[in-house]
């Protein structure tokens, strides 16, 4: 009987029973990574189709895999290698009167620059010129370095409400112009306590050493005071990723609208698109991960688009706390929107999470992701990458683009919950007093059949 119940235990406890090592199949998703020959360390930005078809909202089922089929060591890190936005910094500007002939790239201005090619100084044609009425500025961008990604704009504020359409072309020899930005709406108009403040121009990424911002509409002429610059980010992959969300009317609450995204993707921006031109819309946004669970409020403010000319003028993205959420809710306040009927899309940005891993094995290297079976590892990989730099361009790792689109490894399958695994311990102790209950319940029977003869 001991040899017995001996037998049962070693049955349930048996160690050989573990999982076997994970290979590319017990993942439903991979890419390709093409690593150049002598990388120590391989860096890249998460896919978008990682955060669609991850199993884990932790991104616990991401490994990578050399060629051969074996997992390197990995780590994953919130993008901090890479600021958000780079800082503003204030740009040397002059304004070009009105007149306009065919000196100076269409301007009658002598325009003198320094051995470096940084303008020092601008004379009109006539002297007596009102700059003031200036519908045009020459930026110089020779000290900048880089290209820029956004211009802001500052201006005195009059008494009354101030919306323009401007334009910016570049050139190297203030002769030959490129418009890097045909027509952008810029606003500043208050009503009522608020205040519709649009200052920013985005640009279409140049090397030019010059800019020139003109004024296309008939209105008022800018009094500029400060012009300032952010440049493009560095690397090669987006800093921040929008999507564009449909919504659905809640059936049961008016001015409720619902969305959900098709990924667990860290938000950290939202805003509202109106197809509709003219439209504005005081609103609650509000996220949860899971139908069943409570909402959480994310931020509240006021989302708009105005026409100018033909020219859209929208609202810029909110901030809020990070997010992974894929159920996002609406809610509109209607006496403060002019949205109607329509559904407006939810946009939400996000910043990719960045994985570094050892280039061990030969190429390529598979990104593979999506495993309702495989969990975070266990192991502190981190000490592995303390000592790498964590800039781009500025460290060991090598940073380096996903080849292709997403391809099947272990299929849609592997995202499927497995069953609940079985309570060993409480099979083990269920056994044991079974066990004992059947010794005890034999040797009263043996000992009552003694005691009968």
């Known amino acids: 009987m001991r040899k017995w119940l001996w037998l049962v235990l070693m049955v349930v406890c048996n160690p050989s029973l573990s999982l076997a090592d994970l290979t590319v199949d017990d993942f439903a998703y991979g890419i390709k990574i093409d690593v150049p020959a002598g990388s120590a360390v391989a860096a890249t930005s998460l896919p978008e189709q990682v955060y669609e078809d991850a199993y884990r909202r932790d991104l616990g089922d991401v490994r990578v895999f050399n060629a051969d089929g074996e997992p390197v060591p990995h780590m994953i890190r919130y993008a901090q290698t890479q600021s958000a936005e780079a800082p503003w910094r204030s740009l040397v500007f002059f304004p070009l009167p009105q007149e306009a002939t065919a000196e100076a790239g269409g301007y009658r201005v002598y325009v003198r620059t320094g051995p470096d090619g940084a303008v020092v100084r601008v004379d009109p044609r006539p002297a007596n010129a009102p700059v003031e009425t200036a519908r045009t500025f020459l930026i110089d961008l020779s000290r900048v370095g880089r290209s820029l990604a956004q211009l802001r ?182 006496s403060d929107s002019t949205i109607g009927r329509a559904v407006p899309r939810l946009e939400i940005g996000y910043r990719p ?18 495993s309702a079976a495989v969990e975070p590892l266990n192991v502190n990989v981190a000490a592995l990458f303390d000592g790498i730099g964590r800039h781009r361009d500025n460290g060991l790792e090598r940073w380096v683009t996903p080849q292709g689109s997403r391809m099947v490894l272990g299929g849609p399958q592997r995202l499927s919950p497995l069953p609940k695994p079985l309570p060993t311990r409480r099979i083990v102790l269920w056994s044991v007093l079974i066990a004992g209950v059947l010794v005890v319940a034999v040797m009263s029977w043996r000992l009552a059949r003694r005691l009968k003869v």
């Open 153 to 334: 704009l500052e201006w005195r504020r009059g008494e009354n409400n101030l919306m323009a359409t401007l334009a910016v072309d570049a050139s190297d020899d203030m002769v030959a112009w490129t418009t890097i930005q045909q027509r952008s709406a810029i606003s500043d108009i208050r009503h009522g306590g608020r205040r519709l403040l649009s200052n920013t121009i985005a640009l279409i990424p140049s090397t030019k050493r010059y800019l020139r911002l003109r004024q296309l509409d008939s209105g008022p002429a800018l009094s500029l005071v400060r012009i300032a610059g952010r440049v493009q980010p560095e690397g090669r992959m987006a800093i921040r990723v929008f999507l564009k969300i449909d919504g659905q009317p809640d059936s049961e609450s008016a001015g409720v609208f619902e969305y959900r995204s098709a990924g667990a993707f860290p938000v950290d921006r939202v805003n509202l698109i109106f197809d509709q031109a003219n439209s504005m819309a005081e609103a609650v946004l509000e996220s949860r991960d899971d139908p069943k669970l409570a909402w959480t409020r994310r931020c509240k403010g006021l989302f708009y688009r105005i026409d100018v000319d033909n020219t859209p003028l929208t609202s810029a993205p909110q901030a809020v706390p990070i997010s992974m959420d894929r159920h996002w809710s609406l809610t509109v306040d209607a």
């Open 353 to 370: 999470h960045d994985i570094f891993f050892i280039a061990r094995g030969s190429g390529p290297f598979t990104l593979a992701f999506g």
